[in-house]
């Protein structure tokens, strides 16, 4: 339910082209993936799984690590989004068959780039659009190679490259605890500001708080008034997770390093209508 709106898009796509049939996984009120109801889904057969690992709209952090064994356990492949996850929270120990990443969220690396990791390479894995150097005579080269194009933004993938870097001179595991404890603070500090409401558990372990406004006043006002008093927060539309939405929501990621006078001056912003 929690689906990335391109990446339904494309799944829509996928699915009508080749006659899958797109089946949602249970989830509980918070949007966290029931694991019983996985595990009969899993065993009343499934091909392939797709999970957000965190959502763009929600901060709930899926339980990758308990999805990926049942997957593993009933032979079905898993395809982990850590878009909203690299850089912020542990993936590993997901065990997922491929991971799809991207540079410019919170690995705070350079936009247009973006990166895949498959752990257990097969010949059968080929790119949905092959490309002349990852391949001789139209079969794929052994490795990753056949997912590149050669004629691409080089620059962007070096910049991710030094961003990867930068992340793991930092350590992992602090970077990843520092945005937990920032992301409780956060929740703590906006929850009931001017009657918002944080659409999270309070103590939920990312930095991606989401909020949802009280009677007379909207996700779009707050995002105006924040950028007056040059607080930088997002909308996130419906469309960006068509099955979960059904209005905008208001969004604050808070990047590492954010001081406690910035977000109680968001709390006043919340407040102030
Ligand atoms: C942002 C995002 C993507 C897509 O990332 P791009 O950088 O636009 O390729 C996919 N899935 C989730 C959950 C995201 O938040």
């Known amino acids: 339910r929690a689906e990335y709106g391109s990446t339904l898009m494309l799944l829509r796509r996928l699915a009508a082209d080749r006659s899958w049939t797109l089946v949602e996984l249970p989830a509980d009120a918070d949007g966290r993936a029931d694991l019983d109801g996985l595990r009969e889904r899993l065993s009343a057969g499934l091909s392939l799984v797709t999970v957000p690992h965190i959502a763009s709209h929600h901060g709930v952090v899926q339980p990758a690590a308990a999805i990926g064994a049942l997957c593993r356990a009933a032979g079905v492949p898993l395809v982990l989004d850590a878009c909203q996850s690299f850089g912020h929270v542990d993936v590993t120990g997901a065990g997922a068959t491929a991971y799809v990443g991207t540079s410019r969220k919170w690995l705070a690396g350079p936009r247009g780039v973006g990166f895949l990791i498959v752990p257990g390479l097969t010949p059968a894995m080929d790119a949905p659009f092959p490309a002349l150097h990852g391949h001789a005579d139209g079969v794929p080269l052994p490795g990753a190679v056949r997912y590149e194009g050669a004629e691409a933004a080089m620059a962007a993938r070096l910049g991710l490259g030094e961003a990867v870097r930068e992340h793991l001179a930092l350590g992992p595991a602090a970077v990843h605890a520092h945005l937990a404890d920032l992301g409780r603070t956060t929740r703590r500090t906006l929850d009931g500001a001017g009657g918002w409401r944080v659409r999270e558990p309070l103590d939920e372990p990312s930095a991606l708080i989401t909020l949802r406004p009280p009677p007379g ?57």
């Not at 995002?223 to 969004?251: F, M, N």
């Open 217 to 273: 006043d909207s996700a779009a006002d707050a995002r105006a008034r924040a950028t007056r008093a040059g607080l930088l927060i997002s909308v996130v539309p419906a469309a960006r997770a068509p099955l979960a939405l059904t209005e905008p929501v208001l969004r604050v990621s808070p990047p590492p390093g954010t001081l406690p006078e910035t977000l109680t001056a968001l709390a006043r912003v919340l407040s102030e209508r």
